[in-house]
């Protein structure tokens, strides 16, 4: 087994960002792709804010053109799930289900997963009308009404994109006002086929015994007045979970488990950076994670530079 | 190419093949739909790994209609193992191929 430069975990726009500049820093990284492999980008239809496409460009696209852009450089990009990793021995070890890696400085670039709201009701119904991915689904709900949970950017996306398909788009939000940007509000309040239930929570999602989404019932928590509505969908964008299970308790982590960074990309570990919105509860933007994708890589190329000659001598056979 | 063991499963041969002896593996996807894609390459191995002993097949939503419909597929990819023509197992959304295997293993000797 021979011992990486850099292993970056993830490929969303930090990964591969970080993989394209370790790459052109001549480090021949190794980037282990993960399970949801280009990133929430993949769930998403036209980026508009992606500086340099005044007309805006397909997410998809452009996670393909980076990883081909990363790969032109010499990165080697691999498919597989890291299934764990360990920080005290080192060279750093990273476990796939395909085999054993080591490396010396890990850039963890693992994102984060939409959130569920928890009810039982919405687990059983996963696949029957509850969803997490409005441009995989939507296409199911071809002039029937449907609801969105959520207030923030991607919950005023996922209604807007959902209305090309259903009759009627339903956006229910527990507080009296959204998070969501101003331009993303703007157009949904413009849009006609979608409504707003505010200060609402979802209580249960029917019917469970049918197996498919035929209802919600609601609960105001202002008034506590309870309403079922009629819908066949219900499209879940209430936030993200980091992804950090594989390294609880080796890095420091925030009470919500994200990573903390400090001075650029370091996390507690020398020789371990972060990158993207596994430590970013904030933006959590494609160019903000592309942007620490890439101080990762600078941060990781100059710890190489200053390891102990016996450490850093092996990069030859990388 | 393992992708020669992937059959292409539709409205009109489901039926027969659900019918026969052996467990079915049928993967509801879709051209538009990005995680489907992900999960494809996992599908083709799994059609080398169970190479005579589950057919491994992929359904095209939008072309079958009827299928998706009948088992209320709302959301995809979504993996759906038939055995003796019934639903035994469902897996919605993406999985790694050993949990895949976890599962299909259940039922097959």
Redesign the interface.
């Known amino acids: 087994m021979s011992t990486r430069n850099v292993i970056i975990i993830g490929s969303g726009p930090a990964g591969l960002t970080a993989a394209l500049y370790s790459a052109r820093a001549n480090l021949k990284p190794l980037l282990i792709e993960g399970l949801e492999a280009g990133g929430q980008l993949m769930l998403t239809t036209l980026v508009e804010n992606w500086p340099g496409f005044r007309d805006g460009i397909m997410g998809p696209e452009l996670m393909g053109d980076m990883r081909a852009q990363a790969e032109r450089f010499g990165a080697e990009i691999v498919r597989g799930n890291v299934t764990s990793v360990d920080l005290l021995s080192y060279p750093y070890l990273v476990k796939t289900a395909d085999g054993v890696h080591r490396c010396r400085a890990l850039i963890i670039a693992t994102g984060a997963t939409a959130r569920l709201l928890g009810l039982p009701s919405e687990r059983a119904l996963l696949g029957h009308g509850v969803s997490t991915c409005a441009t995989c689904d939507g296409y199911f709900f071809r002039g029937k009404p449907i609801a969105v949970v959520g207030g923030g950017d991607s919950a005023m996306e996922e209604a807007i994109f959902l209305t090309k398909f259903a009759s009627h788009v339903t956006v229910v939000h527990r507080r009296a006002t959204l998070r969501a940007s101003k331009i993303m509000q703007d157009k949904a309040f413009a849009n006609p086929k979608i409504a707003f239930e505010w200060n609402t929570e979802i209580e249960a999602i029917e019917d469970t015994g049918k197996g498919e989404v035929t209802a919600m019932v609601l609960r105001n928590s202002l008034t506590g007045a309870r309403k079922a509505i009629v819908v066949d969908g219900v499209f879940v964008a209430i936030g993200h979970t980091p992804n950090t299970e594989l390294f609880l308790g080796q890095v420091e982590t925030d009470p919500n488990g994200y990573i903390i960074t400090h001075s650029g990309s370091r996390t507690t570990v020398p020789g371990v950076f972060a990158c993207g919105d596994v430590q970013d509860h904030h933006y959590r933007q494609a160019i903000t994670a592309a942007g620490s994708g890439c101080m990762a890589a600078i941060d990781a190329e100059k710890y190489l530079e200053g390891l102990p000659q016996h450490l850093g001598e092996a990069q030859a056979t990388a | 190419m393992a992708s020669d063991k992937v059959q292409t499963i539709t409205d009109g041969n489901f039926e027969d093949l659900i019918g026969g002896g052996t467990p079915v593996l049928v993967d509801f996807w879709?051209e538009?739909?990005?995680?489907?894609r992900?999960l494809a390459?996992t599908v083709e191995e799994l059609a080398g790994d169970y190479d005579g002993k589950v057919v491994v097949g992929k359904m095209n939503?939008?072309e079958n209609p009827n299928t998706t419909f009948k088992f209320?597929?709302?959301?995809?990819p979504?993996l759906l193992l038939f055995k003796g023509g019934q639903v035994v197992e469902?897996v919605?959304?993406?999985?790694?191929?050993?949990a895949l295997k976890k599962v299909i293993d259940k039922h097959v000797a």
């Open positions: 879709a538009w739909c990005g995680p489907c992900r390459p939503v939008d209320s597929i709302r959301g995809i979504t469902q919605v959304g993406l999985a790694d191929k050993d």
